[in-house]
């Protein structure tokens, strides 16, 4: 026995479907049980294997064959009638029983033409069939003796007549040959699928599920994997089923009255009546056995009843049912089969983490099957990741993809899955029609839908990413009333080309190919422009109805829809400021979604879509809060990515003109922390005195605890760098202990007051508590390094460095410098950026790699000028300076040191210019002593005057080291002694120890 396929090419119109019936066919024994077709269709019979009936002999079709004993040759091909044997170049040929009988018959007759009646009476006997059976297999056979092509046509239709063999036939007598004799059980089933990826569980848990249930769908998209399952199923249940396990490809079956006839013909019965089930059903009660039913979706409806039927009335037959929509009928248990798995989005992925997902296992395997040495590599692996994801997991897109690999690499693979040439890729040519190109097995899907459901599917491809039941109906319902879209909806739900998410508020998405497809039909048809514009138009009324301020705290609710819905609403801005767009909705939508992408730390996209929105706005959105809005977030997102240049002042200035004129305070009260913060940046700090009294009086006007705290957070710091130090702990612990958690204010727009706690940290150090100074650095960071906040830990970590390089802990330093250029590198902060590679090179200078240290502080001072961010330019000046100093360049010391004086001194830097007048006299000692002194005693003034202890005992080593070079060692150790005395903790530090050391030089000298 073996498996014949008989094929026939029907044409419909244009289109031409191939359509494929599996039967049986015994290429040797003519037995007298030759299954007969029910009447008028063309199913053909199965000859032979078990169980079998003895026919009536009326049923029989041709008797003894004038040819028996013979051989016919005509071209390539013999026909041994004996043998039943069709052969082409000595090969033996798959041959329908029914067209071989109708070859014998014209053979016989040959040149004659026989009549229709008499093929008929001849090959089905006394059964009754119509002439579109006799078609059928006429046409089965010319295809099989590939009639027609190369102008050879063997089998002639005489219009009116009948047929008659065409060609040269020459005779000769067979040898004997000897009987094959056919398996009573053999399996009727297609072959097993060689490669399964990832589905051993699934098939395992579905033959459970099947032996207990007996009814069991598998239920999917297209090319996920349904057939592969059942036919894999299939095979290793054929123990369990003693061989009667029938497999039924109803994907080739266009006519579902062919169902039944079909499933006759799979059980080698005969069915003479136009109602075959009450047969199958007799047939089906004797023996335990397995059905399976493939490909169902479009004759779902003929396959549920007879599934229903079967499985109620023949409790000995278990049915599996592969399908891209449940039938829906009684008994049956759903499996929705899930895509392969495929990596999650990580940071990082080696090859074996990836090839742990079987979606890449697969997608290996496949590339090696095309015929390519492939590796995965861990350079490849988050590529080919990526791939799998966008892919959805689906084994049929994932096989054309890798069979893309030996000619475009993966990469370049990857890179095509932006374009919708996936749609197009081809193929295996022996796999079936619908699985050439994934166009075609959408096409399949799309073709059974309904006009609503195909405009449904066609417009849902505007969601770029998951979407609501209410963004459907707001987004894609023109022309249908809400229930209608709702219904359509859940259908293509049912129909697997809608994935529904039921974890939380239901969701809905396309997988990525159906978009593509979707996106291609929709565009097609010129419908995207109208689409566009209402989903445009959804994600602003979404947003809006939030009502997100850049000074308020997003509600969850806001954040989720945010969250769920940020790649659409990027699509809508991108749509919005493209050449087809409607940049006054794109103005409207970054004014509501920008300070959520502020917030999220998204930062470059912020500060890219409010420019294109502020230069979009027209004459009547002058003046309105949504410029205000617009400007405060492109100024707060631009400052710390691209630089703190005048323009951004210019944008502040102008939105809090506009906060001003509509009397919103708290906007007012945001847009002055953002003004300070921008003074603060750019290292001139004259007017930040008149900008925290302004704080104070807005501040004052907002009854909230957090406005309170940020004008107190404001005067320490003002008071920190007015050198006002003794100020700074009173304000900072107003600020620092305040219930902002009662706040209506949004504390992560206000630097969540890490200003205040770093500052306070810093201004220990200069009061003279090295350890407080550090332990509050300590704390500043570990707390702002848990707020995910890179904004916020980038500028604790640019203050706190300060308080580690004072101190001469390099170690400490070195870490922080390092995360700080960590951070500030992944999340494109230039400015924290170009700010790391400063303080790696004071590292570098106090470490002795002076000439390191100093190129890296000239390229850092360079890029911080060009930011406009030059708050740290003082300490990284005198470093510089200093850095000079030691290799000898006495000149460019002096030079560096005395314009970074005049800058400070010019600028309201009085706390930094009291320890670079210090640095100033440390360089002048080689120069000009008095000089020097003077420089130093001035410094040693100041710091006294302000109770600046650390900067104190700079001065007074310094002035010290200066009188013991002049012979003035008593003067030296009388300033020096009582200055040590005074200190109470912070001994191994690095100015105690150098004082230390120092006095006790002093001393042994005396
Ligand atoms: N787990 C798997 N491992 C390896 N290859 C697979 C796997 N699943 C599916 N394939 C391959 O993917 C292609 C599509 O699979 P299959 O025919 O089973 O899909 P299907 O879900 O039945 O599709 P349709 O809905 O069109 O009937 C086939 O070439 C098959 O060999
Ligand atoms: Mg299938």
């Known amino acids: 026995m073996s498996e014949a396929t008989l094929t026939v090419m029907r044409h419909k119109g244009n289109c031409v479907r191939q359509v494929s019936v599996a039967r049986r066919a015994d290429m040797c024994d003519l037995g007298p049980e030759r299954g007969i077709a029910e009447a008028g269709t063309p199913v053909d019979s199965v000859v032979g294997g078990a169980p079998r009936i003895q026919e009536d002999e009326d049923q029989r079709a041709i008797g003894p064959s004038a040819l028996r004993g013979k051989i016919a040759s005509f071209g390539p091909f013999r026909v041994r009638a004996t043998e039943r044997l069709l052969e082409k170049d000595c090969t033996s040929l798959k041959i329908g029983s029914r067209a071989l009988d109708i070859l014998i018959v014209l053979l016989e007759h040959a040149p004659d033409v026989v009549s229709k009646r008499d093929l008929m009476r001849r090959v089905w006997g006394k059964l009754v069939v119509d002439e579109v059976s006799l078609r059928f297999h006429v046409a089965a056979l010319r295809k099989r003796l590939g009639d027609g092509a190369c102008s050879v046509r063997y089998i002639k239709n005489i219009p009116g007549r009948g047929y008659c063999f065409a060609g040269v036939v020459t005779w000769a007598e067979a040898a004997a040959m000897p009987q094959k004799i056919a398996p009573a059980t053999a399996p009727q089933l297609p072959r097993e699928p060689l490669l399964v990826v990832g589905r051993d569980n699934a098939v395992r848990e579905l033959i459970t599920l099947l032996k207990k249930e007996r009814f069991v769908s598998i239920v999917g998209a297209g090319g996920i ?380 996209e912020c500060a890219a879509w409010t420019e294109r929105a502020i230069g979009a706005l027209d004459n009547s959105s002058e003046g309105t809060y949504l410029e205000s809005e617009l400007l405060a977030c492109f100024a707060s997102s631009i400052m710390v990515t691209r630089g703190n240049g005048p323009h951004i002042h210019t944008a502040l200035i102008r939105a809090l003109d506009i906060a001003e004129r509509l009397k919103t305070a708290p906007m007012q009260l945001y847009l002055l922390h953002a003004l300070y913060k921008w003074r603060i940046r750019s290292g001139d700090l004259r007017g930040i005195r008149d900008l925290t009294d302004r704080v104070e009086s807005v501040a004052k006007r907002i009854a909230d605890p957090l406005a309170d705290a940020i004008a107190h957070g404001f005067f320490a710091v003002t008071c920190f760098f007015t050198a006002d130090s003794r100020e700074v702990r009173g304000h900072a612990h107003i600020a620092l202990t305040a219930p902002v958690h009662l706040s209506k204010l949004n504390l992560a727009s206000f630097g969540h007051l890490h200003r205040v706690r770093s500052t306070l940290a810093r201004n220990l150090w200069v009061l003279g508590y090295p350890e407080q100074a550090v332990a509050a650095a300590e704390e500043a960071v570990h707390e702002a390094e848990n707020l995910s906040h890179p904004v916020t830990l980038c500028y604790v970590l640019m203050s706190c460095v300060i308080v580690a ?137 100041l710091a006294r005057q302000r109770g600046l202890f650390a900067l104190e005992l700079r001065a007074g080593i310094s002035l010290a080291r200066l009188w013991t070079d002049r012979a003035q060692r008593e003067k030296a150790l009388g300033l020096l002694d009582p200055i040590f005395n005074k200190v109470s903790e912070g001994f191994q530090t690095r100015d105690r120890v150098a004082a230390a050391n120092l006095l006790q030089q002093l001393r042994s000298r005396n």
């Open 225 to 604: 994997g349904k057939t592969t399952i059942a036919l894999t199923m299939a095979h290793r249940m054929l123990a369990e089923f003693e061989g009667a396990v029938h497999f039924l490809d109803l994907g080739a079956v266009e006519d579902p009255r062919l169902l039944a006839g079909l499933l006759v013909s799979k059980l080698g019965r005969v069915a003479v009546s136009e109602q075959p089930l009450p047969v199958i059903l007799t047939s089906l009660r004797e023996r335990r056995m397995l059905l399976v039913f493939d490909s169902c979706e479009h004759v779902i409806e003929d396959v549920a009843a007879l599934a229903e039927t079967i499985f109620r009335d023949a409790p000995l037959v278990h049915i599996l049912v592969t399908s891209r929509e449940a039938l829906r009928a009684e008994g049956e248990q759903v499996h929705h089969l899930p895509p392969l798995e495929c990596p999650p989005l990580t940071e990082s992925l080696t090859a074996t983490q990836a090839l742990s997902f079987s979606a890449v296992q697969l997608f290996v395997k496949q590339v090696a099957h095309s015929g390519h040495a492939f590796e995965l590599t861990d350079a490849d692996a988050p590529v080919v990741a990526d791939i799998c994801r966008r892919l959805d997991g689906i084994a049929l897109a994932l096989e054309f993809a890798a069979a893309r690999v030996g000619v475009h690499g993966v990469r370049g693979t990857s890179s095509l899955l932006d374009k919708h040439f996936r749609l197009l890729w081809r193929g295996r040519r022996t796999a079936l029609p619908r699985h050439q190109t994934l166009s075609a097995t959408l096409d399949w899907s799309y073709n059974l839908l309904s006009l609503a459901e195909q405009l449904v599917l066609r417009r849902l491809a505007v969601f770029v990413g998951g979407h609501s039941l209410e963004a459907a109906l707001d987004v894609v319902a023109e022309g249908l009333g809400p229930a209608e879209l709702t219904e359509t909806l859940a259908t293509l739900v049912d129909k697997s080309l809608v994935i529904s998410d039921r974890t939380a508020a239901t969701r809905y998405r396309l997988l990525d190919t159906t978009r593509a497809y979707a996106w291609q039909k929709l565009t097609e048809g010129g419908e995207d422009a109208r689409v566009l514009r209402r989903h445009c138009e959804h994600m602003i009324n979404a947003l809006e109805r939030f009502g997100a301020r850049i000074w308020a705290p997003p509600s969850s609710e806001n954040i989720d829809f945010f969250v769920l819905n940020l790649n659409d609403i990027r699509a809508a801005l991108e749509w919005s400021f493209s050449d087809h767009g409607d940049a006054g909705l794109g103005a409207k939508l970054a004014g509501a979604s920008a300070c959520l992408l502020l917030q999220a730390g998204l930062l470059l």
């Open 805 to 941: 390089l004072e101190t001469g802990d390099w170690q400490r330093a070195e870490k922080l410098v390092h995360r700080l250029s960590t951070i500030a590198t992944k999340y494109e902060l230039l400015t924290y950026a170009r700010a790391s590679v400063g303080w790696q090179g004071c590292l570098a200078v106090s470490r002795g790699e002076l000439s390191r240290g100093v190129e890296l502080l000239q390229t850092a001072l360079a890029a911080l000028h060009e930011d406009g961010y030059e708050l740290y330019r003082p300490q990284l000046s005198l470093t510089l300076a200093e850095g000079f100093a030691k290799i000898g360049e006495q000149e460019l010391a002096y030079s560096t040191i005395c314009e970074a004086v005049s800058w400070a001194d010019t600028r309201g830097r009085i706390l930094e210019l009291i320890d670079l007048l210090r640095a100033k006299g440390d360089i002048l000692s080689s120069i000009s002593a008095s000089e020097a002194e003077a420089c130093l005693l001035e410094s040693l003034d």
